[in-house]
Each structure stands twice: as C-alpha cells, then as structure tokens.
Nanobody
C-alpha cells in the first residue's frame, strides 16, 4: 500500500522560509518521480515542482528561484525548500507520485502553508 505523509507546514511571515517533507512507503522510491502540488482556497490544484527518478527538476514559473525540490533515496523522502515566501503561496501542499505507463496518482493528506504577517 502506497503512503505519502507530508510534514513541515505552518504559519510564516512574508519573506520567510519553510521546508516541507514527504515520507514515502509502499514503493521502490528510487524508481519514481515525485512532485509537490498546492491548492489555494477557491482555486484548482496546481503543480509546483517535480523531481524525476534521475534527479532532474522542473518548477512552476511562480516559484522558480524561490523553491527547491530535492530527494533522499536513503530516507525515501522528498523535500520542498521554500524561501522568500509570499502571501500568494498560501495553500495546502500535497505530495504526489504516479505509476507508469498507465498513470495512477497517489496523494498525501496535505499540509497547510500560511504566509501572513
């Protein structure tokens, strides 16, 4: 059974930083691409960042230069380092992975990030 468990969210002031973690189980972690999505109130869920099994990364334009995704295969964990946070980064952040060639998505329960003074 695949499980993704996020942690690290919270309340931070504008300009601050947070690091989110997602611990994966039930998969051979090193074979899977891992992603972070977010969903703000009243908005659709959007892709924030992806890291492939080879370590290549991609980011949404809105977070480029501020967020960094990384992975630790020894710990079966993917991270999202968020710097220079803005109020518009406020959302529930979800960890994601998926199977190929037939795509089936797995999601964590989400962790709330609130950027406010």
């Amino acid at each position: 059974q695949v499980q993704l468990v996020e942690s690290g969210g919270g309340l931070v002031q504008p300009g601050g930083s947070l690091r989110l973690s997602c611990a994966a189980s039930g998969i051979i972690f090193r074979f899977y691409a891992m992603s972070w999505y977010r969903q703000a109130p009243g908005k659709q869920r959007e892709l924030v960042a992806t890291i492939t099994n080879g370590g290549s990364t991609n980011y949404a334009d809105s977070v480029k230069g501020r967020f960094t995704i990384s992975r630790d295969s020894a710990q079966n964990t993917v991270y999202l380092r968020m710097n220079s946070l803005k109020p518009e980064d406020t959302a529930v952040y979800y960890c994601n992975t998926y199977t190929t060639p037939i795509r089936h998505d797995y999601w964590g329960q989400g962790t709330q990030v609130t950027v406010s003074s």
